[in-house]
């Protein structure tokens, strides 16, 4: 099973500034089948990367993903307030599937 | 408008079994393959189950596997979960969600469309 681990697990930040989120694997990921989530309290996980850096529909291109093997960066080059929630890194390139613990994006 | 509904969660007593559907509208459900992720109270994501385009091919965590059992009926675009022998640790919102992209390998995709989520509840 491939381990994802996410660092930091809380960041924080202010509106403006650049977040920079990583997720790195315990080996390396097939064909950068990897994919990250916005998850806000109460809503379910939204699609804003797949394929390490391709952006999703409709997902502002603040939000930018990059990274291959084993390293993986999601930046948000600046915050704006809806975008305080927790990010999750997957990976879909080998069974089973797997998720990173989390990284939350908290107000300063 | 993309949609995926979940139904069937509830309180469940340890051991119990429980069976969760995840209705789908406004795509060729029989062109995606799907799965269920589940998340526990204040916890990460966990993927569940995956099912392939026509329901031939299916895998699980080790941690449900022998007790859950995915399914789908393409003619009713609805996908379902089993959940036999249920454990306290099975507690969880658990969702459906749609491959990215057409007709993938099973589990081999990002998923860009969830439903709201229903809750299952093992307890005493």
């Known amino acids: 099973e491939i381990v994802l681990t996410q660092s930091p697990g809380t960041l924080s930040l202010s509106p403006g500034e650049r977040a920079t989120l990583s997720c790195r694997a315990s080996e390396s990921v097939s064909s950068t089948s990897l994919s990250w989530y916005q998850q806000k309290p109460g809503q379910a996980p939204r699609l804003l990367i797949y394929g390490a850096s391709s952006r999703a529909t409709g997902i502002p291109d603040r939000f930018s993903g990059s990274g291959s093997g084993a390293d993986f960066t999601l930046t948000i080059s600046r915050l704006e307030p809806e975008d305080f929630a927790v990010y999750y890194c997957?990976?879909?390139?080998?069974?089973?599937?797997?998720f990173g613990q989390g990284t939350k994006v908290e107000f300063k | 408008e993309v949609q995926l509904l979940e139904s069937g969660g509830g309180l469940v007593q340890p051991g119990g079994s429980l069976r969760l559907s995840c209705a789908a509208s406004?795509?060729?459900?029989?062109?995606?393959?799907m799965s269920w992720v589940r998340q526990a109270p204040g916890k990460g994501l966990e993927w569940v189950s995956a099912?392939?385009?026509?329901?031939?091919?299916?895998d699980y965590a080790e941690s449900v596997k022998g007790r859950f059992t995915i399914s789908r009926d393409n003619s009713r675009s609805t996908l379902f979960l089993q959940m036999n022998s249920l454990r306290a640790v099975d507690t969880a919102v658990y969702y459906c969600a749609k491959d990215h992209r057409a007709y993938q390998p099973t589990g081999g995709d990002a998923f860009d469309i969830w439903g709201q989520g229903t809750m299952v509840t093992v307890s005493s």
């Open positions: 406004g795509f060729t459900f029989s062109s995606y393959a």
């Open positions: 099912v392939s385009v026509r329901g031939g091919t299916t």
């Open positions: 997957q990976q879909y390139g080998s069974s089973p599937l797997t």
